[in-house]
């Protein structure tokens, strides 16, 4: 279970990182199962995606005790598991903008989201280590406590700040954004409503990451997607 201090993080960042949660052997693991599913090709993120949510490891973590333990901290006793993606972030790639977790996977309004409590929980566990260089994720703390109208306004006048080769937030509106750095099998929790992105890649080698969304059992998320993304599986 999360700390005192954990939650006091979560409660005024809308992030806590870094946490323990697999070895480095296990952690290169599982980076061996994300390379072979690379290999013969270079397949679209859809197709990656569907090949990994068919290996019975990378399905397992979503059920991982301790992993579980700190989504029960901020969700309570009872979790339903959404999906797993699987993102990786190749040499020298583009930025990823501005966004939070309603921006590319909206729920349905709940009294939950109404009352500015989390619905829903984003973990990201690092497959290799993630830090400025590779472009890990960083995040705009404090940002989860605002109103949906003003993450859009703000998200939009930092999308009109963006470089396309760094990221940038106005400070004079919000704290200043920190990197989530994480070794290989450490993760991290994002609220889903916090502001977060990632700068360009600058090295010469894949950034691979998890990211696994869970959610409270009054939440009926919303499929992004005619024939439905979403399994909501009780898991705890």
């Known amino acids: 279970m999360l700390t005192d201090a954990q939650l006091s ?6 992030t806590v990182c870094p946490l323990e949660l697999l070895s480095r052997n296990e952690a290169t693991e599982l980076r061996k199962q994300f390379d072979y599913a ?5 397949p679209s993120p859809a197709i990656l995606n569907s090949r990994v949510a068919d290996c019975l490891s990378f399905a397992y973590i979503a059920r991982n005790k301790l992993l579980l333990d700190y989504v029960e901290s901020l969700l309570g006793g009872e979790i339903n598991y959404l ?8 040499p020298h790639d583009s930025i990823i903008s501005w966004h939070t977790g309603r921006t590319f996977f909206p729920t349905v309004k709940t009294d939950l989201a109404k009352a ?14 993630a830090y400025k260089d590779n472009g890990c994720v960083i995040v705009v703390p404090g940002t989860h406590l605002s109103t949906d109208d ?87």
Not at 83 to 90: I, M, N, P, R, S
Not at 116 to 129: N, W, Y
């Open 83 to 90: 999906w797993t993606d699987v993102f990786y972030k190749q």
């Open 150 to 236: 003003e993450v859009r306004e703000w998200i939009g006048c930092a999308t009109q700040r963006t470089d396309h080769k760094r990221l940038v937030f106005p400070q004079s509106i919000c704290r200043a954004p920190i990197p989530l750095i994480l070794r290989a099998g450490q993760m991290a929790l994002l609220s889903e409503r916090v502001i977060h992105g990632s700068d360009i890649n600058s090295t010469n080698s894949v950034r691979p990451s998890i990211s696994i969304r869970y959610c409270s059992p009054v939440v009926s998320p919303s499929p992004r997607q005619p024939t439905g993304r979403y399994e909501c599986i009780r898991v705890r």
């Open 38 to 42: 690379i290999a013969s090709q270079s």
């Open 9 to 14: 993080a979560w409660k005024t960042d809308g």
């Open 116 to 129: 500015g409590q989390d619905a829903c929980v984003t973990v990201v566990v690092a497959l290799d280590d």
